[in-house]
């Protein structure tokens, strides 16, 4: 058996990351100044002619105040919801919440203009025109590659994470535009588009940068008891905001209020029975953090595309009911199985939370529009849901729900095929990415601070005690 670091691979990416990060930066400055403007509304000259000439007397009608709390809600799931839920790894904290905002930060830049050449382009100027809502577009699109991360957390650098990001956005923006604009699909809260895609892509990516010694880092592929703590955080943030997530581009008025009611729904029934099938599945019954920290998030992944259409409540919280049971059986039973059969090595299990979900909240989205009838919606109703106008007038429902389930399979292509590409350019040795024995550490990219935890336990505690004692002593006095 030949020594088992056959190449000790370099880690430094002093050269490549500032690199990147400069030279990408600098683009994205030069593309916005040829490319990108104000909207009608965010524009001092066009919202006083806006006002003009739809006849509107008050600011308070700028589609800023309709759409920036949802968009607040979401910028906070995007960097602390998915940052902290990343912060899980007793070694990896810095990697997961400080990788994600870097991702982020450079990927909702890219997806404005990704996005904007698809959908908002005027062709007459060659501008794009960018407003409130196209901000939290940007936001889901980063999603889709902050999901990628996280079947490639503790294993990939961050220059490699860039080239995720660059990549998925890219292939975010295509198979959106094809899913939403050419299929005429419906999905406010992206189970097919984001969830499917981003869980596929991660997977993908993940399978063809398989690692046969990671068994090497296994000592800190896990959690401590404070790091569970910290990526509740995110799940709570996640858990609390998904009704916006859902809701944050569905029609003004009742699409929006039923999109937050279902989601609300679905996410408080997913919680119910994770619980209950964590805790079968120990023989004390004991209940697993890692199944309450993502299966509970089930039900709002698997509400995106079906949220805004009339499910009814009870509908919502069978949908919820269902993903959570079959979310904890994905990490219990589907995880391993991956791994040992599939040679599939997925860190913060995507597969159960964002794939497998979000696929079913595409087909959920699919029934759910083909059972539609103009009983329940009335006429009208049905035109404003699934937008039945101009080209598509005529469609029925039934055909509807077949596109929507097409929807789904292009999103799961996009993801898989367009992984497998990822990964394989990922796989040349230039992007300073950790050995096998070396991986879920951050100590490789991050300046660590010594550890207090060298110290013996009661001494430790003594020492805080010392430190409290004064500020104790103040509170009392008052």
């Not at 497998?356 to 595409?362: A, E, N, R």
């Not at 040349?428 to 990415?433: A, N």
Request: with cysteine; glycine share 10%.
């Amino acid at each position: 058996d030949k020594c088992v670091h056959s190449t000790p691979k370099n880690t430094n990416v002093r050269v490549s990351l500032p690199a990147v990060c400069f030279v990408w930066q600098i683009a994205m400055i030069i593309l916005f100044g040829v490319f990108i403007r104000y909207d009608d509304e965010s524009d001092v000259r066009l919202w006083i002619q806006h006002k003009l000439d739809h006849n509107i007397t008050s600011d308070i009608e700028n589609d800023f105040y309709f759409r920036y709390p949802s968009f607040q809600d979401v910028h906070v799931m995007i960097f602390v919801g998915f940052g902290f839920l990343m912060t899980f790894l007793k070694r990896y904290s810095f990697g997961g919440v400080g990788f994600n905002f870097l991702i982020a930060a450079f990927g909702l830049q890219w997806a404005l203009l990704m996005q904007g050449w698809f959908h908002s382009l005027d062709l007459t100027t060659g501008k794009i025109s960018i407003g409130v809502e196209s901000l939290i577009n940007a936001d889901f699109c980063c999603a889709g590659s902050l999901i990628a991360f996280g079947a490639l957390l503790g294993k990939v650098s961050p220059v490699q994470l860039l080239v995720v990001t660059l990549f998925g956005v890219t292939l975010f923006a295509v198979e959106e535009y094809i899913i939403l604009s050419l299929l005429h699909c419906r999905d406010a809260g992206g189970s097919m588009v984001i969830h499917a895609f981003g869980g596929y892509y991660g997977l993908a990516i993940s399978w063809v940068l398989y690692r046969p010694n990671l068994h090497l880092s296994k000592r800190l592929n896990g959690s401590v008891y404070h790091s569970d703590v910290f990526a509740m955080i995110g799940t709570l943030f996640l858990w609390m905001f998904w009704p916006s997530f859902n809701s944050a581009i569905t029609d003004h008025g009742d699409g929006q209020h039923r999109a937050a009611i279902n989601t609300y729904l679905a996410l408080a029934s997913s919680v119910l029975t994770t619980v209950a099938i964590s805790s079968m599945s120990q023989k004390k019954g004991k209940l697993d953090m890692v199944h309450i920290q993502n299966a509970t998030l089930a039900g709002g992944v698997a509400m995106g595309t079906a949220a805004e259409f009339m499910i009814t409540p009870y509908g919502s919280l069978i949908v919820g009911f269902c993903t959570g049971i079959i979310s904890t059986f994905g990490y219990l039973f589907v995880t391993p199985f991956l791994e040992r059969v599939l040679k599939l090595q997925d860190t913060c299990g995507v597969h159960n939370l964002h794939a497998v979900p979000g696929m079913l909240g595409g087909f959920i989205g699919a029934i759910v529009a083909a059972a539609a009838t103009e009983e329940v919606y009335s006429r009208e109703g049905l035109n404003i849901v699934f937008d039945f106008t101009g080209s598509f007038a005529n469609r029925s429902v039934g055909t509807q729900g077949g596109f929507q389930a097409a929807g789904t399979c292009v999103s799961i292509a996009f993801g898989l095929v367009g992984g497998a590409i990822v990964g394989f350019i990922l796989r040349f040795p230039i992007w300073g990415d950790p050995a096998d024995d070396n991986c879920y550490d951050d100590e490789v990219y991050w300046e660590v601070p010594e550890d207090e935890e060298t110290l013996p336990p009661v001494l430790e505690y003594n020492n805080h005690m010392i430190h409290k004692s004064e500020s104790n002593f103040s509170v009392e006095q008052s």
